[in-house]
């Protein structure tokens, strides 16, 4: 009896091979003695466009865009790997920018009932607000489209990191504190060696929710600017008619999220703790 | 009067009774310890052993009433007070070792990395633990949490030391065990301890003197029981003294048929009772230990 994961690795494969079976199915160009109207036949048989490209046009694009990622042939014309990296610096720059506050604030927000008391109604009123409604007010101001994008990943990927340091740092067992206190340890080394560890793994929850939502948001966030990145490359290719391309992007998005959380899910491993 | 290494005059602890009134958990509680002895108190549960006990610690304030130690007023937690939870608190994402070095480091700021390394392990040694150093308490057993708690206490030689029910949530075996190494590391150190138990054996095993508490609301420490039973002593072989029995007789009687209505001296200090010598050693005492000590041989 195979193990559990050999088993599951040998569906998923199935599995894999199933959807791309039948998408390439569904994707055949129509018999060649079908009648073409007269259109067509000026067109040179069925409109190409109109169809979704077969898996095997989309994994020889891949190949191709995947063993030459990094060119760049001008404006309109740059390998995946730049237009990833461009998006991952943007929500890199953003998410720490947002880091170096929330942390800071959170632990302010969760040690003292009074901040929390004072600071709670504007968190409750911009939390919800989406972050690109944020995008004209950020353009008009920083009047730079690149630093537009990144105050918004800045702004989206706060609140998770606020709320849940706050809450991490103010739920932290009294136990511990006492503990702090009785080896006369200061505020500083207190938040240092006692708060901190008991509520990173809280903080790290926040900080991993808050990279999916900002990798969530990069891509429209560049479809809205334009100029370079992934959602500028989508929405580039959607414009080319260049589904190939568009369904290849897709799936490099995926890919680029995944690991995103993966590394925030190593991180959120190193700082657990079991009670 | 010479002043004791610790006193306690006029404590209260009044909390809101949750129905707009006022709870008096005890009042006018007095007593004082000195340099080196092992004190337990024992009451029934509620009658506020662990409030007095947090507010020695520094941890919690006494509505009125001060605290002097070595001749100085106590305000908030100090190192000079160390305390052992009867949860151990140790901080679980530490190493058994590392949860002593921490409050080492605390105390020796000073110190070299090797000497407290040196020093840490010499107390995790003491109660047995040398084989674990590396371990997380979540990999620990209770009873060894417990240890490493009773390690990381003695190891910052505080001047005292308080241990609320520290083997509360073991299993009688443990306790057991655990109770002898508290003895050893005790006889090593000869720090001076008070301790809260239920547990009226493991009060005579290890004290000199058993404060009783009476009842709450309103409680007060009664009497002052002397143990009078010579160190080092064991657990095997406690019950072969007769001062062993007498001794445990009269505290059963107590929490069973006494400590409803107890109340300390007229001057406020606890009572002072010697069953060994099988009479009332204050004066003026309204109890008769002789025949409530017969009542429970029965
Ligand atoms: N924070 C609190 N608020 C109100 N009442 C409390 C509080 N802490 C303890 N008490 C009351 O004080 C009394 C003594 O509690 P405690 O010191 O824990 O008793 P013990 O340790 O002797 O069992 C109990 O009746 C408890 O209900
Ligand atoms: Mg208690």
Known sequence: MASLNVRAALLSISFLILALGLWEMSTQPPEADQNLTEYEMLMGGVEQESRVPPPSAVIKLAWEELSNPFYDAGANDKGIGIQLGYSVYRVLTGYLAAMAIALPVGFLIGMSPLMYKALNPYIQVLRPISPLAWMPLALFIIQDSDASAIFVIFICSIWPMLLNTAFGVANVRQDWINVARTHELGHFRTALTVILPAAAPTILTGMRISIGIAWLVIVAAEMLVGGTGIGYYVWNEWNNLDLASVIFSILMIGVVGMLLDLALGKAQKLVEYTE | MSKSFLEVDGLSKVYPDGEGGLLTVYEDIKFSLEKGEFVCIIGHSGCGKSTILNVLAGLDEATSGNIVMNGKEVVGPSLDRGVVFQNYSLLPWKTTLNNIVFAVQARWPTWSKEKVREHSERYLKMVG??????????????????????????????????LDEPFGALDALTRGVIQDELVKIWEETRQTVFMITHDVDEAILLSDRIFLMSNGPNARIAESVKVDLPHPRARSTIFQNPNYHKTRDYLVDYLINRSESALPGPDGTPRVVEPAKGADGSEGGTNDSNSTAKAVNA
């Open chain 2, 129 to 162: 633990l040398d084989h674990a150093l590396q371990r997380k308490p979540s990999q620990l057993s209770g009873g060894m949490r417990q240890r490493v708690s009773i390690a990381r206490a003695f190891a910052t030689q505080p001047e005292l030391l308080l």
